[in-house]
């Protein structure tokens, strides 16, 4: 895509990795971008995000694998400068089986007939059938792939520095309508996640809560994820630079954001059956975050009441940084198709 010579002024409302990722792309295209978030990069759920790269409770699965296959291509290349980015290379395993716990995928979730995902297990290079020894205690069988692992705190500070590179700014500020973001500018890409539910209002949107635990990590190097589609009670271990992500918890139309204590102790417990040694590590925090979640991502172009033109990409349950790239090269292509038609 060639850069565009006409820039826009755009307003993003959103500070997560959704609006984030969707502000560089317009401002690298040479459009004048302001980011309105309520809250820091740093206190929204994208901060609380695991990191994984892999599509997790969003629909509809054939755009949503499409846009997780670019963002992969995108933080694979991140990942050659983690210290920078955030972003590495780690190997892991997806259980593919039904667990003791309750978690797990389909039994063959290559053959894509439960959980539509088919087109991914093809796109991750490498991505093979783990062996016996590679399996942790009471697991079947799995896929073993390389995939990016993305320290969120770190990757929201790197996208913000890319953002103002760029030319883009971040306003801190409360937005009260579209209509109140899009005042004086040529048009607004709406990537308030769960704030969508009164801001548009789009009562489809709701919490998804995910709860986790943060612990001293005893040595483990690899990801390991045991998570059904619809599974309220998850098992997933995700190591990061500032410590061992344990997980976690998928509960629908919960919006606390306090963490709880007896699950937490049931998300360590989890682990410990499959993982023994971290039947005794210490805990270092508690996080809570709440998914967004809608019965399909809503990217989609309308006119607001006053005849702003405004991109709805919101919506994206637990795969917000997988989907992130992906979605914000469409963000770009409907702002063309906006430009061209205007």
């Known amino acids: 895509m060639t850069r565009n010579t006409d820039g826009l002024d755009i307003r993003v409302v959103g500070g997560g990795v959704i609006g984030l990722t969707s502000a560089i792309a317009l401002a690298e295209d040479g459009h004048r971008v302001r980011v309105l978030s ?16 892999w599509p997790y409770r969003i629909q509809p699965y054939e755009r949503a694998v499409a846009w997780s296959v670019r963002s992969l291509r995108v933080l694979t290349a991140l990942a050659h400068r983690p210290e920078e980015t955030g972003a590495r290379m ?4 997806m259980t593919d089986n039904t667990t003791d716990d309750g978690a797990g995928a389909p039994e063959d979730a290559r053959d894509g007939a439960e959980d539509g995902l088919a087109a991914w297990y093809d796109a991750v290079p490498g991505l093979r059938r783990a062996r016996a020894g590679e399996l942790p205690g009471g697991c079947a069988s799995g896929w073993r792939a390389r995939v990016p692992l993305v320290d969120m705190p770190a990757h929201l500070r790197y996208l913000a520095r890319r953002l103002t590179a760029a030319g883009g700014t971040v306003e801190r ?28 209002p789009d009562p489809a949107v709701h919490p998804v809560q995910g709860q986790l ?3 001293e990590n005893p040595g483990i190097e690899e990801w390991y994820v045991a998570a059904g589609t619809g599974a309220t009670d998850t098992s997933y271990l995700l190591p990061q630079p500032y410590g061992l992500v344990v997980g976690g918890t998928a509960r629908e139309n919960a919006w606390s954001r306090e963490p709880d204590p007896a699950v937490a102790e049931a998300i360590v417990a989890r682990a410990a059956r499959r993982f023994p040694e971290l039947a005794r590590v210490r805990v270092l925090a508690h996080k809570v975050g709440l998914r967004p979640a809608r019965p399909a991502v809503r990217l989609a172009a309308e006119r607001l009441p006053g005849g702003v033109p405004c991109l709805h990409n919101y919506g994206h349950g637990g795969a917000g940084v997988t989907v992130s790239w992906g979605c914000a090269d469409e963000v770009l292509r409907m702002v063309r198709e906006v430009q061209e038609g205007r």
Not at 90 to 93: A, D, L
């Open 90 to 93: 780690v190997t892991g395993t």
């Open 213 to 215: 635990v943060i612990v």
């Open 38 to 53: 309520r809250e820091a990069a740093g206190a929204t759920t994208s901060a609380v995000a695991g990191g994984l790269c």
């Open 173 to 200: 500020r409360e937005v009260g309508s579209l209509e109140e973001a899009g005042a004086g500018a040529d048009l607004v890409v709406n990537c308030s996640g769960l704030g969508a539910r009164t801001l548009v």
